[in-house]
Structure formats: structure tokens, C-alpha cells
């Protein structure tokens, strides 16, 4: 297996302007996590998807961003409109429901500046 | 509130120097610890999960163990190449992963 995929790796974009993140899970993984993650702030889980429903989106800080889950191989985050304090990497991660034994696998993230 | 929290923020040790991490968490029905590793500019690297208190994982010069209350990562005689930060993250009952803010591990030789 390819492993979480994401894209794109790296997005410079100027203030005002729509970003959208990408990630492809693992097949079979059932649970997909959005996070962000910053110097000053670590990880923060933005949102949690199972069987590509939205369970827990306290994590987003505001209505610019949101996300989406159409099928069980896709994902996007999308913050409209991006502002200079949306810098960060962004990692989608997956993990599987079903058994016991399971790990979460993370992409290798998406590098966002917004300047 | 689920919490996790670790400790130090920051590990300078020399070559050969063991040393351990900790982990300490208060969540509402633990389904899994996990450790990772994340080297600059990558993704966290799955390391260890562990289910139960009592349970000990090792692999190579790492190895992890879990209480009811926290969990510890011990390095033994670590390398250059051990220098990382090291992440734990919780899996809730509610399917919710909380992460600490990591270790960063600087070994030198």
C-alpha cells in the first residue's frame, strides 16, 4: 500500500485566496483525521471523519475552513478565505475501526504559507 | 477534560546516554496509546501501540511501557540518528485522538 497520500506537498497562496488539501486514505481505513500542527501550538486535530461521516469538528478554529469526505478514498480540508495565520503543515491520517492491534498512519503532510 | 501531557519538552543527552520519556494522560476510556517519531519535515512515524497497563513493547534501542495513569519511552544507549521528537497520542472511547506537545530528543555523539 501506497500509504496516506496527500497534495500537495508544498502551497505558497496570498491572503484572500482558496486552498484545498487532498488526501487519499489507505484502503480499508475507515477513520480519517485531519491535523494541524505549528511551533507554537503542536497538533491540534481539526476533524475526525468515521465511515466518511464528520464526527467531531470542534477542532476547527473557524467557519473559513471546512472539510469533506465524499467517499471512503478521498478527503479535502478547504479554508476560504486563507489568512497568514492558516501557515502551517497539515497532515491527514488514517486508522482502521475494525479489529484490534490498529495504528494511525499519517501522510507526509501538507506544507501551507500563506503570505 | 482528556488531557495528554510530556515531559521533558526537551532531552539533551550525550551518545550511550539512557534516558526515558514520559507520557502522563487523563481520558475517558483509553482504547490505545501510540507512540511516533517525526523527524523535521515529515509525518509522525508510527513506533508503538499499547492497549493495557502493564504492556511493554520494544523495538531495537526503544521501548515503551503503559500504566493506568502514563507511559514511558526508554531509549538505551541512543545514537545520533535516535535525535527526534517524540510524539504520544490517545485513542478515546469516543474514537477521539488527543496528541502531546513531544519531546524533542537531541543525542549527541
Known amino acids: 500500500d501506497a500509504g496516506v497520500i496527500q497534495s500537495p506537498r508544498h502551497e505558497v497562496t496570498e491572503m484572500g485566496q482558496e486552498v484545498t488539501l487532498r488526501c487519499k486514505p489507505i484502503?480499508?481505513?475507515?477513520?480519517l483525521f485531519w491535523y494541524r500542527q505549528t511551533m507554537m501550538r503542536g497538533l491540534e486535530l481539526l476533524i475526525y471523519?468515521?465511515?466518511?461521516?464528520?464526527?467531531?469538528d470542534s477542532g476547527m478554529p473557524e467557519d473559513r475552513f471546512s472539510a469533506k469526505m465524499p467517499n471512503a478514498s478521498f478527503s479535502t480540508l478547504k479554508i476560504q478565505p486563507s489568512e497568514p495565520r492558516d501557515s502551517a503543515v497539515y497532515f491527514c491520517?488514517?486508522?482502521?475501526?475494525?479489529?484490534?492491534?490498529?495504528?494511525?498512519?499519517f501522510g507526509e503532510g501538507s506544507w501551507l504559507t500563506v503570505v | 477534560e482528556d488531557q495528554v501531557t510530556q515531559s521533558p519538552e526537551a532531552l539533551r543527552l550525550q551518545e550511550g546516554e539512557s534516558s526515558s520519556l514520559n507520557c502522563s494522560y487523563t481520558?475517558?476510556?483509553?482504547?490505545?496509546l501510540f507512540w511516533y517519531r517525526q523527524d523535521p519535515g515529515k509525518g509522525p512515524e508510527f513506533l508503538f501501540t499499547l492497549y493495557s497497563a502493564g504492556e511493554e513493547k520494544e523495538k531495537e534501542r526503544l521501548k515503551a511501557t503503559l500504566t493506568k495513569k502514563e507511559s514511558f519511552l526508554h531509549i538505551t544507549a541512543p545514537k545520533p540518528e535516535d535525535s527526534a521528537t517524540y510524539l504520544c497520542?490517545?485513542?478515546?472511547?469516543?474514537?477521539?485522538?488527543?496528541f502531546g506537545a513531544g519531546t524533542r530528543l537531541f543525542v549527541k555523539a
Open positions: 471523519f468515521n465511515n466518511n461521516v464528520p464526527i467531531d
Open positions: 497520542a490517545v485513542i478515546t472511547g469516543g474514537f477521539k485522538t488527543i
Open positions: 484502503s480499508g481505513h475507515n477513520s
Open positions: 481520558v475517558s476510556g483509553l482504547r490505545g
Open positions: 491520517a488514517t486508522y482502521s475501526l475494525a479489529g484490534i492491534g490498529n495504528t494511525i498512519y
